[in-house]
């Protein structure tokens, strides 16, 4: 399982996956980050014009 992906220091394991695609893209990209990280980082990416977040998925 890869590690959290936040840019705040971290050292756990991800337990949440975030799919996003780039406004000029149709491409999904997937991150990976860890509890405490993922609401705060799916409400940023939600909420940037330039990315939409298309699927969340728990990987535990």
């Given at each position: 399982?890869?590690?959290?992906?936040?840019?705040?220091?971290?050292?756990?394991?991800?337990?949440?996956?975030?799919?996003?695609?780039?406004?000029?893209?149709?491409?999904?990209?997937?991150?990976?980050?860890?509890?405490?990280?993922?609401?705060?980082?799916?409400?940023?990416?939600?909420?940037s014009?330039?990315?939409?977040?298309?699927?969340?998925?728990?990987?535990?």
């Amino acid at each position: 399982m890869p590690g959290c992906e936040s840019d705040e220091p971290c050292q756990r394991c991800a337990s949440y996956r975030i799919g996003v695609t780039h406004m000029l893209s149709d491409v999904t990209v997937y991150w990976h980050y860890c509890t405490g990280h993922f609401r705060t980082e799916t409400q940023r990416l939600d909420a940037s014009e330039w990315f939409d977040v298309v699927e969340t998925e728990s990987l535990s």
